[in-house]
């Protein structure tokens, strides 16, 4: 899987680390690498690569993820005749080659992941945050889950119609905000000051080793994300009716024929 973003080479650290969460995602829940098995000695081999056409104007991790998941709903793989170890042979008709992710009702199992990426900032949790919210986040994460359909005990060719989540992974990423320097206050400031202060300074430094806060002056947040912070963006994530809910249902009312 590769991801290209203009302006951007293609071996760059940021570019190499989304590819591997959206590969990640799709290996996590196991499901995906049986898709693509022909037999012992032959598997399917396939190649995802995504190019973002404009800038993006804030992280694109869930852009990418949703066309991701889209385009793998859409894809097709043709119908094996073959059986057991003999070397593969396949149908020439297409339109009897079936999809890679069966179409809804055709079959139970778990639909492509998607991945959210979710800030905190405070107490407050934010979805699919703008730049500038992603700027002063104290901690952002790339939530991946997938859709699992099982069927009724019932009735065997049966789907259940409720959606059943599951959590395949989850990342940090580092935000901005953890990576610029700290503030200094105008009284430290020569350049706004105009003025030289040695007593100042003084308590400057001596502030700034003992790492106290001080109002109206920017620091970066230090440390990891509290447990009760990761719980509360998991179950946000993960509720009935929630954010991936609401996701997945604009998904389902895209026309893929």
Same mark, same amino acid.
């Given at each position: 899987?590769?991801?290209?973003?203009?302006?951007?080479?293609?071996?760059?650290?940021?570019?190499?680390? !989304?590819?591997?969460?959206?590969?990640?995602?799709?290996?996590?829940?196991?499901?995906?690498? $049986? $898709?693509?098995?022909?037999? &012992?000695?032959?598997?399917?081999? !396939?190649? !995802?690569?995504?190019?973002?056409?404009?800038?993006?104007?804030? =992280?694109?991790?869930?852009?990418?993820?949703?066309?991701?998941?889209?385009?793998?709903?859409?894809?097709?793989?043709?119908?094996?005749?073959?059986?057991?170890?003999?070397? +593969?042979?396949?149908?020439?008709?297409?339109?009897?080659?079936?999809?890679? =992710?069966? &179409?809804?009702?055709?079959?139970?199992?778990? &639909? +492509?992941?998607?991945?959210?990426?979710?800030?905190?900032?405070?107490?407050?949790?934010?979805?699919?945050?703008?730049?500038?919210?992603?700027?002063?986040?104290?901690?952002?994460?790339?939530?991946?889950?997938?859709?699992?359909?099982?069927?009724?005990?019932?009735?065997?060719?049966?789907?259940?119609?409720? %959606?059943?989540?599951?959590?395949?992974?989850?990342?940090?990423?580092?935000?901005?905000? %953890?990576?610029?320097?700290?503030?200094?206050?105008?009284?430290?400031?020569?350049?706004?000051?105009?003025?030289?202060?040695?007593?100042?300074?003084?308590?400057?430094?001596?502030?700034?080793?003992?790492? =106290?806060?001080?109002?109206?002056?920017? $620091?970066?947040?230090?440390?990891?994300?509290?447990?009760?912070?990761?719980?509360?963006?998991?179950?946000?994530?993960?509720? $009935?009716?929630?954010?991936?809910?609401?996701?997945?249902?604009?998904?389902?009312?895209?026309?893929?024929?």
């Amino acid at each position: 899987m590769t991801v290209e973003i203009p302006g951007l080479r293609d071996d760059d650290a940021g570019t190499v680390f !989304l590819a591997e969460l959206l590969r990640e995602a799709l290996l996590a829940d196991g499901e995906f690498a $049986k $898709k693509l098995w022909i037999n &012992r000695r032959f598997h399917w081999r !396939l190649y !995802l690569d995504i190019i973002l056409i404009s800038p993006p104007l804030s =992280y694109p991790l869930p852009l990418l993820s949703l066309t991701t998941h889209l385009a793998l709903l859409s894809t097709r793989l043709p119908r094996l005749k073959s059986e057991g170890d003999e070397d +593969p042979m396949f149908d020439d008709d297409w339109e009897a080659s079936p999809f890679l =992710y069966p &179409r809804q009702g055709a079959a139970a199992g778990s &639909r +492509p992941p998607i991945t959210l990426l979710v800030v905190a900032v405070g107490d407050s949790i934010l979805f699919d945050p703008s730049k500038e919210e992603l700027a002063v986040a104290d901690s952002a994460l790339a939530v991946s889950l997938c859709e699992v359909r099982t069927q009724k005990a019932d009735e065997s060719m049966e789907v259940d119609s409720g %959606r059943e989540l599951r959590l395949v992974s989850m990342r940090t990423v580092d935000p901005p905000s %953890r990576l610029t320097p700290p503030g200094v206050p105008s009284t430290g400031n020569l350049a706004a000051s105009g003025t030289f202060d040695p007593t100042s300074q003084k308590q400057q430094q001596q502030q700034k080793m003992e790492e =106290y806060p001080q109002e109206g002056v920017w $620091k970066a947040p230090l440390g990891g994300t509290r447990f009760a912070v990761l719980d509360s963006i998991i179950q946000a994530v993960l509720e $009935k009716g929630g954010v991936a809910d609401e996701v997945l249902d604009g998904l389902e009312g895209v026309d893929l024929s």
